[in-house]
T-cell receptor, first 113, second 112 residues
Framework: NAGVTQTPKFQVLKTGQSMTLQCAQDMNHNSMYWYRQDPGMGLRLIYYSASEGTTDKGEVPNGYNVSRLNKREFSLRLESAAPSQTSVYFC????????????FGPGTRLTVT | GDSVTQMEGPVTLSEEAFLTINCTYTATGYPSLFWYVQYPGEGLQLLLKATKADDKGSNKGFEATYRKETTSFHLEKGSVQVSDSAVYFCALSRLGNEKLTFGTGTRLTIIP
């Protein structure tokens, strides 16, 4: 039981490049989330998926797209990376959307130059 | 909107010292309150939670009591260890708001 896994762990992009961050969970959870963590700002929700086949915007969705590929996987895509997207990205999951406890992956550290 | 305010860090303590990390919140209704911990190089883990006023959450020697009258959820531990060095996040959630609202985090370093 690996919990929530994320790939890659580290990534450096040039401005304008695109990439997809991958997330998978093996806990049979319905809901999944993408957060970004910036110094002094805590975690901010980018997008979430209440259940397979649905996605919704969070607090800071601009510049990102997501895909809930199946119940296990939830990917985050940067179409044209900008330096402002330099951050640590965390994926999380929970049994249901309003379940109080979320389980987090180890994070992806992204630098955009 | 909902918000969480934590004491700014970093906090540095000697081993076996008493720890308090302050957390206050603003939210309508009756939120659930959480402390998450992030160890170096890892994702966040739930440390403890409380879902109604006067509840006390506890885990690994840490405690926090949900005080509705002061809108607070301060984290305490009687005797910290080097292994407690981490970043601690206070957070809340409530029915009708489909996300956790996090504080900015407090970095704790324990020196032997």
């Amino acid at each position: 039981n690996a919990g929530v896994t994320q790939t890659p762990k580290f990534q450096v992009l040039k401005t304008g490049q695109s990439m997809t961050l991958q997330c998978a969970q093996d806990m049979n959870h319905n809901s999944m989330y993408w957060y970004r963590q910036d110094p002094g700002m805590g975690l901010r929700l980018i997008y979430y998926s209440a259940s397979e086949g649905t996605t919704d915007k969070g607090e800071v969705p601009n510049g990102y797209n997501v895909s809930r590929l199946n119940k296990r996987e939830f990917s985050l895509r940067l179409e044209s990376a900008a330096p402002s997207q330099t951050s640590v990205y965390f994926c999380a999951s929970s049994e249901e959307l309003r379940e109080v406890e979320q389980y987090f992956g180890p994070g992806t550290r992204l630098t955009v130059t | 909107g909902d918000s969480v305010t934590q004491m700014e860090g970093p906090v540095t303590l000697s081993e076996e010292a008493f720890l308090t990390i302050n957390c206050t919140y603003t939210a309508t209704g009756y939120p659930s309150l959480f402390w998450y911990v992030q160890y170096p190089g890892e994702g966040l883990q739930l440390l403890l939670k409380a879902t109604k006023a006067d509840d006390k959450g506890s885990n690994k020697g840490f405690e926090a009591t949900y005080r509705k009258e002061t809108t607070s959820f301060h984290l305490e531990k009687g005797s910290v260890q080097v292994s407690d060095s981490a970043v601690y996040f206070c957070a809340l959630s409530r029915l009708g708001n489909e996300k956790l609202t996090f504080g900015t985090g407090t970095r704790l370093t324990i020196i032997p």
